[in-house]
């Protein structure tokens, strides 16, 4: 079975702030972990994904298999980041395939206060 | 312009009616999902289907059917046999292999 667990509903920070918003998930075989977001009255869109190992909006996110985290993180948080974060969990077969089916934590509402 | 579309967007239905939510997209993807957004919940997987004329249950799949006829749409009847069917209902899709999913813009179903 794969979960994933954000244990802060609620986060708020200042502006200029960093911010960190917590991820662990549970698995046994090799996962794909992901961040989405979805600000004020729009869509639901992927922010980023472990793989790609990118930085979008200044945010990265680290996977520690040790820990079993996925932590999203900013250092200097902006108003525009005000919005509700979802940690996924994706499993991959043996050869890196994705099993397509995505596992959501409970979500974090960030609020980045001016 | 490529997309994923949910219809209706508000929806309000009767106890003990079943009523159908629409979901297509023209993305070419071969997956399909119906998630529930519930508050303090997070996004619960209802069904997906990777295929046409196959699917799978989700974690909550109870009270809700699914169809898969064309690679286009999946769309989800809620039946009288949900017992909490009020919420935001989001489908998505993706392409098998890929890793981006995909988000309609959701229907809100309200039992009245």
């Known amino acids: 079975a794969q979960r994933v667990t954000q244990p802060e509903k609620l986060l708020s920070v200042f502006k200029g702030a960093p911010v960190e918003l917590k991820c662990n998930y549970s698995y046994s075989g090799s996962p794909e972990l992901f961040w989405y977001v979805q600000y004020s009255r729009q869509r639901l869109q992927l922010l980023l994904r472990h793989i790609s190992r990118e930085s979008i909006k200044g945010f990265t996110a680290d996977l520690n298999k040790g820990e079993t985290s996925f932590h999203l993180k900013k250092p200097f948080a902006q108003e525009e980041d005000s919005a509700m974060y979802y940690c996924a969990l994706s499993g991959r077969d043996a050869g890196g395939t994705s099993y397509g089916k995505l596992t959501f934590g409970q979500g974090t509402i960030l609020t980045v206060h001016p | 312009d490529g997309g994923i579309t949910q219809s209706p967007k508000y929806l309000f239905r009767k106890e003990g009616q079943n009523v159908t939510l629409s979901c297509e997209q023209n993305l070419n993807h071969d997956a399909m999902y119906w998630y529930r957004q519930d508050p303090g919940q997070g996004l619960r997987l209802i069904y997906y289907?990777?295929?046409?004329?196959?699917?799978q249950k989700g974690d909550i799949a109870e009270g809700y059917s699914v169809s898969r006829e064309k690679k286009e749409s999946f769309p989800l009847t809620v039946t009288s046999a949900q017992k909490n069917p009020t919420a935001f209902y989001l489908c998505?899709?993706?392409?098998?292999?890929?890793?981006?999913?995909?988000f309609g813009s959701g229907t809100r179903l309200t039992v009245v």
């Open positions: 998505a899709s993706r392409s098998v292999g890929g890793y981006g999913y995909t």
């Open positions: 289907s990777q295929i046409v004329n196959d699917f």
